[in-house]
């Protein structure tokens, strides 16, 4: 226990948590979205944040050859480089999602069949795509080169903003403010609303359930594909399963929120981000996973429908 | 699709009690005779290439048919979903573990220790928690489970991520001894538990608490308004499930003789909830044969060693896809009232007689 630590070092422990606060943000619209429609926790979100890493390793180890030894770019080839890296990993994370969807939920759904078997389907996919992975890089830990070269914007009293959380707290404010306009304004956004409130009625009024749900999980995928590029930038490295305990993570934000609900996820992941880096400051590293699971326990028996909760049907397996 | 589970259920009804007291005594013994089984040439392809045929069907085989029994009343019974069932499993193992090598107590004193343990860690998870519903619960169970698992990870009183070693073997009973070396007498123990489990959750299955758990399955709210407790009821479908899984877990921990952490990941939470859904919820043959399935394939397939992991969640897609209710679904009894059974109990028994006297006829 050491307290403090919390006033001393306050500034940059706001900042790292902002920072990964806004990779759960976007990790856990994923969730939100799909349980929002579905009322499924998506178990295979996690490997499409995975799948996410590696396609923005990939393409800048591949395709603009980079490798450890490499000094960072800068100008407009940065940004060419990081653009790409970016699409590259929603496209992967999106087509991803939408596969996950097709194999593991649909057939399962025109069944009619109770939740749970979803639920075992999406852990098999969920299984089946983190060990592909886990065989193909036998295993290893992956670095991403360093692309965008570290440099505090400004220091006040030996407290910097770095140019990479920066860019996460920027980047993951704007997708979380396109996906929430997407899902309030557009006609599409409104078919999901519709389909998340009742899918018997939206069915009667006339909207093509399967297309919205794949676009769902589309969406869902591109915003997690975001934060997996988000989160390359700032860690620099990926492995395997490196999706288990940040998806677990997310979806505690999403949960702790009130699920369903995106600005949930929005406050949710932030509250999450920051009592992570705060706890662990105070308790040690070793319990920086348990803080997740405590603060959710807190809040759910303060406020048993999340903090900006929104009542959830009665679950029936 | 052919429905195992009616025909099997057709036939146990058309038995009087002594045919059926027989064929539980036939089954029963051809059970424990099971760690032979791979003793002739013929049998040879049931030992599985690395770990030997006797130790899997101690653990994992008998094991997770042991603790998915205890989740089915949890998932399938009352409907609630946990996801960190292995945490009651890892609290009976370290009871096992901290108890036998600190205390002169022997397994056999341990085991209801053990379970107290589990069921206490139950109720008191459950007190708080069993109030959400549905998809809260489940994260909140989840988040239990890897809370145990990271204490016990941080905590150096009990070994840290080195485990405690040298967990005493029970001692023996019937002038049977319990090592390592003889698995064997370690899966009689097991069965006579899981027979042991699966009385009692068909005792209380047509009892009240069993009819409170339906009720609360099929609808919570409608559950309330008939008067059914269901928070205590909740508790204790959460208490005895933990219960069993804490008692799995001591005679884990004697079994092998050491426990260690990174046993009890979330992992094995998945695998059980799995061997539950895959074999049919609800349904004590179902979750039976599931658990037997999952736990047994993985270990035959081991040849292929890198890759099983990825065939094991291939075989959870494509069942799934399949059977989505799981191998042998539990009866959806809920359709019919009793007077509908009645009816088509004598429709079927009408249709019986035709065929008789038809035959009769005919000859």
Known sequence: ?????????????????????????????????????????????????????????????????????????????????????????????????????????????????????????????????????????????????RVLSKFYLFTIHGVGLRIDQFLVIVAGALFFFAVDRFVKVTRIGKAIRAVSMSEENSRLMGINLNRVISITFLVGGLVTGAAAFLYETVYETTVFNVGFNLGIAAFTAAVLGGIGNLRGAFYGGLTLGLAEEFFSAVLGTQWKEITVFVVLVLVLLVRPNGLFGEAIQQSRV | MINLRDKGAELWEGWNRPKRVAFAFIVVFGVLLLPYAGNFSFTNILNTPISSYQAILVYPVGMYILMALGLNIVVGKSGLLDLGYVAFFAIGAYTAAIFGTKTHLNIWEILPIGMGFAMLAGVLLGLPTLRLRGDYLAIVTMGFGEIVRIAILNTNSVGGPNGIPGVPNPPPIFGQSFDLADPAHFFWIVVAMILLVIWMVRRLSVRRPGRAWEAIRQDEDVAILMGVPTLRYKIWSFSIGAAIGGAAGVIFASQQMLVAPQTFTFNVSVLILSCVVFGGMGNIWGVILGATILSYFPERIRFISSARQLVFGLALIITMNLRPDGLLPRKKREHLSQEERDEAKSAKAALKLAKKTNREAVN
């Open chain 1, 1 to 145: 226990m050491n307290f403090s630590v919390v006033g001393s070092q306050f500034f940059p422990l706001l900042i790292n948590g902002l920072a990964l606060g806004f990779i759960y943000v976007l990790i856990s619209v994923g969730y939100t979205m799909v349980y929002g429609v579905l009322r499924l926790i998506n178990f295979a979100n996690s490997e499409v944040f995975m799948l996410g890493t590696f396609a923005t390793v990939i393409i800048s180890r591949t395709v603009f050859k980079f490798d450890i030894n490499s000094k960072p770019s800068h100008g407009m080839k940065l940004i060419l480089v990081l653009l790409c890296c970016l699409l590259a990993s929603m496209a992967t994370s999106g087509i991803v999602a939408v596969l996950v969807e097709l194999i593991a939920y649909r057939r399962l759904r025109a069944k009619g069949t109770n939740r749970l078997g979803s639920l075992i389907s999406a852990i098999g996919t969920s299984i089946v795509l983190s060990e592909g992975v886990r065989l193909l890089s036998h295993s290893l830990p992956v670095s991403n080169p």
